[in-house]
């Protein structure tokens, strides 16, 4: 079984700083995804980034970018220029290839003071 | 398209009653998937269909617990005699034949609350 593990369950940045986010996670596979999600107060979760474990460079969507170390089973989100709609839950997320269901962490919750 | 809808938003009943959330995916999404979220933790994982077919299920799926997904369109989550541990968000998400490897797409949840 595959376990996510988010160390921080709060983090707090202000506006136009960088921000990261880390994330862990236990498998014994070798191919599968990761993702970052966001759940603002209104409780939609909205994927952010996506990382596919066989690609060595690190994902970027803008913003937002992966720090991604597969020996370490670590996936850490780098937040620039945080502005306050970024604020809301990030979960990190595993996909095995082999399986159909995401495995969550346990989230962060992120404030963005101005 | 509207994206994922759930319907209700939210639902509060009595213990030992029947309640039904329903789901509607994305029309050209044919797998879709049902996940728990309690307060102050991640969704979890608790059942998955493809079209029509129900391949999995958690283990969290007890047997008051129903899924289907008549005619692989629209799904429907059945919690027979209810229970407070029941009380949580239940989240529907859908996602495209290249299954959940390129992301989901969630709906906005029934928040279910068990008195």
């Known amino acids: 079984a595959q376990t996510v593990t988010q160390s921080q369950p709060e983090m707090s940045v202000q506006e136009a700083e960088t921000v990261t986010l880390s994330c862990t996670y236990d498998?014994?596979?070798?191919?599968?995804?990761l993702f970052w999600y966001k759940q603002p107060p209104s409780r939609q979760m909205i994927l952010v980034i996506r990382?596919?474990?066989?690609?060595?460079q690190n994902a970027t969507e803008n913003r937002f970018s992966v720090n991604f170390q597969k020996a370490a089973k670590s996936f850490s989100l780098k937040i620039s220029d945080s502005q306050l709609g970024d604020a809301a839950m990030y979960f990190c997320?595993?996909?095995?290839?082999?399986?159909?269901?995401?495995?969550f962490g346990k989230g962060t919750s992120l404030l963005v003071t101005p | 398209d509207t994206g994922v809808s759930q319907d209700p938003r939210h639902k509060i009943t009595k213990r030992g009653q029947n309640v039904t959330f329903r789901c509607d995916p994305i029309?050209?999404?044919?797998?879709l998937y049902w996940y728990r979220q309690t307060l102050g933790q991640g969704p979890e994982f608790l059942t998955y269909?493809?079209?029509?077919?129900?391949?999995?299920k958690s283990r969290l799926l007890s047997d008051r617990f129903s899924a289907e997904r008549p005619k692989g369109s629209f799904s429907t989550l059945e919690i027979q005699r209810t229970e407070q541990g029941d009380s949580a968000m239940y989240l529907c998400?859908?996602?495209?034949?290249?299954?959940?490897?390129?992301?989901?797409?969630f709906g906005s949840g029934t928040r279910l609350t068990v008195v």
């Open positions: 998400a859908s996602s495209s034949p290249s299954g959940g490897l390129y992301g989901y797409t």
């Open positions: 498998t014994s596979e070798s191919d599968y995804y």
């Open positions: 990382q596919e474990a066989y690609k060595q």
């Open positions: 997320a595993f996909h095995s290839n082999s399986g159909y269901a995401l495995n």
């Open positions: 029309s050209e999404h044919n797998r």
């Open positions: 269909f493809q079209n029509e077919a129900q391949l999995e």
